[in-house]
C-alpha cells in the first residue's frame, strides 16, 4: 500500500495491462531505490515481449513499445542520479530471448493420435505412448515406453516435412546432452522459420505473430546486454556472450564468491577487477 501511496497510480490501473504494469513497476522500482538504496534491485518489464507475440517482431507497434519502455528505464536512471549512491551504482539492462515471426502451426500431438500413438477424448488427450510438450518455440517429446522410441522416430521423420518442405527438424538425445536439454525427453523437435508448435489436437489457427523458445542459435533469438556506471568500462562492445555470463559478472560487482557457475565473469566491461576472498 506504501506503494501505491507513493507513486499515486490507482490500484485498479496498475495491472490493466502489460504497459500499465510496466508503467507501475519503474515508478515502484525509482521509489525504492531513492528511498531504500538497496544493494540488489531486480525488476522484469513485460510490454516489448508482449507486443511482439501479439504483433510479430516486425510490427511499428515494436517500436512504440520500446520507446515506451526507454522512458521507464529513464525513470529508474533519474532515480540512481538523484539517490545520492549513484556514483557506487550500476544499471544492468538485459533481456532473455530474440523473437521470430510465426505464420503457421505445427500440432505434433494430432499426429501421434493419427499414428496411434495417442489417443484422444473429445478434443483432449486420454492417454499417450508419445506426447510433445511445448510453451513456445521447440518441444519436448515424451515416450512412455523405452520399446517405442524407434517408432516414434520413424513418425516424427515421416512428417517433419510436407511436399519437399521441411516443417520441423528431430533433435537426437546426444546432442540435446550438449545442449543441456530436459533430460526426461526422448526427443526435441525444432520448428522452422514461421511455424509454430502447440499442444491442441484440434486444427487452430496461431494465436500469435512472434515467438520465442526454439534453439538458442536461430538466428533472432540474441538478446541484448547494456550495462553503465560504476566499474563499468565506457565504449566497450561484447561481440558474443551467454545470458548464463550475467550472474558471475554481477556476484563479481557485488564482491560476492559465486563457485560453480558455468558461465564466465564479463572482465573486458569491469575496469574494476575485485580480488576473490
Ligand atoms: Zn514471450
Known amino acids: 500500500m506504501e506503494l501505491v501511496f507513493a507513486i499515486g497510480v490507482p490500484q485498479e490501473k496498475i495491472a490493466e495491462d502489460r504497459s500499465s504494469v510496466d508503467n507501475f513497476v519503474s515508478r515502484a522500482a525509482a521509489y525504492i531505490f531513492r528511498k531504500h538504496k538497496p544493494n540488489l534491485q531486480l525488476i522484469h518489464l513485460l510490454n516489448v515481449d508482449e507486443v511482439q507475440h501479439k504483433q510479430g517482431p516486425d510490427s511499428p507497434a515494436v517500436k512504440d513499445a520500446v520507446r515506451v519502455q526507454d522512458e521507464n528505464i529513464a525513470r529508474i536512471r533519474k532515480a540512481i542520479a538523484e539517490s545520492g549512491v549513484g556514483d557506487r551504482t550500476v544499471l544492468i539492462i538485459v533481456g532473455d530471448h530474440g523473437f521470430t515471426s510465426i505464420a503457421r502451426n505445427l500440432q505434433p500431438n494430432a499426429t501421434f493420435r493419427d499414428a496411434g500413438l495417442l489417443e484422444e477424448e473429445d478434443g483432449k488427450v486420454k492417454s499417450w505412448r508419445a506426447i510433445a510438450r ?66 491442441r489436437l484440434a486444427p487452430m489457427a496461431p494465436t500469435v505473430k512472434g515467438n520465442h523458445g ?42 560476492l564468491d559465486l563457485d560453480g557457475v558455468d558461465g564466465r565473469m564479463l572482465h573486458e566491461v569491469l575496469s574494476i577487477q575485485r580480488s576473490r576472498r
Open 134 to 199: 511445448s510453451s513456445g518455440g521447440s518441444a519436448s517429446v515424451y515416450v512412455k515406453d523405452p520399446a517405442d522410441v524407434a517408432r516414434v522416430r520413424d513418425v516424427l521423420h515421416a512428417s517433419a516435412a510436407v511436399d519437399g518442405e521441411v516443417r520441423y527438424t528431430v533433435i537426437e538425445r546426444p546432442q540435446l546432452d550438449l545442449l543441456g536439454y530436459n533430460p526426461d525427453a526422448a526427443f526435441a523437435i525444432d520448428p522452422a522459420d514461421g511455424w509454430a508448435i502447440v499442444e
Open 214 to 255: 526454439q534453439l538458442p542459435t536461430r538466428p533472432g533469438l540474441e538478446t541484448g546486454f547494456i550495462a553503465e556506471g560504476a566499474g563499468i568500462r565506457p565504449g566497450v562492445s561484447i561481440p558474443k556472450m551467454r545470458l548464463i555470463d550475467v550472474a558471475p559478472t554481477v556476484a563479481a560487482m557485488l564482491g
